[in-house]
């Protein structure tokens, strides 16, 4: 008897000593906050951004479909739809690779203002608002994402150079 005692004592000292900081892991809140994603994207200069470097590839790409154009005066009417739709195939697959490396550069910044403030505030974890079925007050910090962000300048890299061979290369 006097072993079950000293072994049930034991056992509740263990499961005592190893929970009593359970609840102060260095000071890191276990608060779970929320972001709207869009939002933050919107609110802040990562979508005007975007959307200028976007225009700018826009003028590039339609400049190169115009000068594309020029060689299919004169080609006999077949062989000019051909081109005309290799060539539009082409333009528009580097406009898609244009807009997922532009859009991934903006959530990689986002993705890293997320991160600064979840260290800054030692939130546990900073989830999306769609994920959100419901929320206290206060637990949104789309805000403050933006408030990071506000003089953020993002470097997308050279624009795309595109090239459209002369009538007599074809």
Request: hydrophobic share 40%; proline share 1%; net charge positive.
């Amino acid at each position: 008897m006097k072993l079950h005692n000293l072994l049930t004592a034991f056992f509740i000292f263990s499961l005592t000593a190893i929970t009593a900081g359970c609840d102060n892991k260095g000071a890191q809140k276990s608060e779970v906050v929320y972001i709207d994603v869009a939002k933050a994207i919107i609110d802040s200069p990562l979508a005007t951004q975007e959307k200028a470097r976007l225009d700018q590839v826009r003028k590039i790409l339609i400049n190169a479909g115009d000068d594309a154009a020029k060689n299919y005066k004169g080609m006999d009417k077949n062989k000019a739809e051909q081109a005309r739709v290799a060539d539009t195939e082409v333009l528009n697959r580097q406009w898609v690779l244009e807009q997922r490396a532009t859009r991934g550069i903006v959530l990689k910044k986002l993705e890293s203002a997320i991160n600064d403030l979840r260290q800054k505030k030692k939130y546990a974890i900073i989830i999306n608002r769609n994920a959100v079925l419901s929320a206290a007050d206060g637990s949104d910090v789309t805000d403050e994402v933006v408030t990071l962000l506000k003089d953020t300048k993002l470097n997308f890299g050279k624009l795309p150079e595109i090239s459209v061979k002369a009538k007599a290369e074809n």
